[in-house]
T-cell receptor, first 115, second 114 residues
């Protein structure tokens, strides 16, 4: 079946602009995660959803970042007033549920560049 | 809090050489441990996992044993191939940290030369 998809694959924007990044998880997966990966580092947790609700948003760096998952499937990560330091690859992952032993299936990522 | 420390790379080996990539962790609670791999141009994918002490995860000739006494989960392969060239990430998740949210190491780049 289809894996996790993310759009766009690349996004270039100017400092101060607003961006939306989309994630389409594997059908039937109730848990959805957003991570951010900077060059030479591992993925860093941002937020995760169990169903429609954000179960843990402790990784969001500040209030410019927000994510939604209104119908418990597709999720959108929203970044307001982008800054150059937001440049990174944003990864989405999904799993059957949020059990700690479950494998997470990752999308290919969205590379965000803020000029 | 949780953290994962991986052996720094890059690692360059000849084909058929023995591979070890070290991984140690600190965790609140009892973690599940994972190795993920990222091949060039592809997304992260699970390589293997272990969910309790002394469990051995294995896949594609790779192995890692969950060692609670040394808080380690070292990745090994007896004979690497050129196709194993990739970035390898050690990760953990615990029920105590809102189950499923994973903490990753910084990755180790492996290059295998023919």
């Amino acid at each position: 079946g289809a894996g996790v998809s993310q759009t766009p694959s690349n996004k270039v924007t100017e400092k101060g602009k607003y961006v939306e990044l989309r994630c389409d998880p594997i059908s039937g997966h109730t848990a959805l995660y957003w991570y951010r990966q900077s060059l030479g580092q591992g993925p860093e947790f941002l937020i995760y959803f169990q169903g429609t609700g954000a179960a843990d948003d402790s990784g969001l760096p500040n209030d410019r970042f927000f994510a939604v998952r209104p119908e418990g499937s597709v999720s959108t990560l929203k970044i307001q007033r982008t800054e150059r330091g937001d440049s990174a690859v944003y990864l989405c992952a999904s799993s059957q549920d949020s059990s700690s032993y479950n494998e997470q299936f990752f999308g290919p990522g969205t590379r965000l560049t803020v000029l | 809090g949780n953290s994962v420390t991986q052996m720094e790379g890059p690692v360059t080996l000849s084909e058929e050489a023995f591979l070890t990539i070290n991984c140690t962790y600190t965790a609140t609670g009892y973690p599940s441990l994972f190795w993920y791999v990222q091949y060039p141009g592809e997304g992260l994918q699970l390589l293997l996992k272990a969910t309790k002490a002394d469990d051995k995860g294995s896949n594609k000739g790779f192995e890692a044993t969950y060692r609670k006494e040394t808080t380690s989960f070292h990745l090994e392969k007896g004979s690497v191939q050129v196709s194993d060239s990739a970035v390898y990430f050690c990760a953990l998740s615990t029920a105590a940290t809102n189950a499923g949210k994973s903490t990753f190491g910084d990755g180790t780049t492996l290059t295998v030369k023919p």
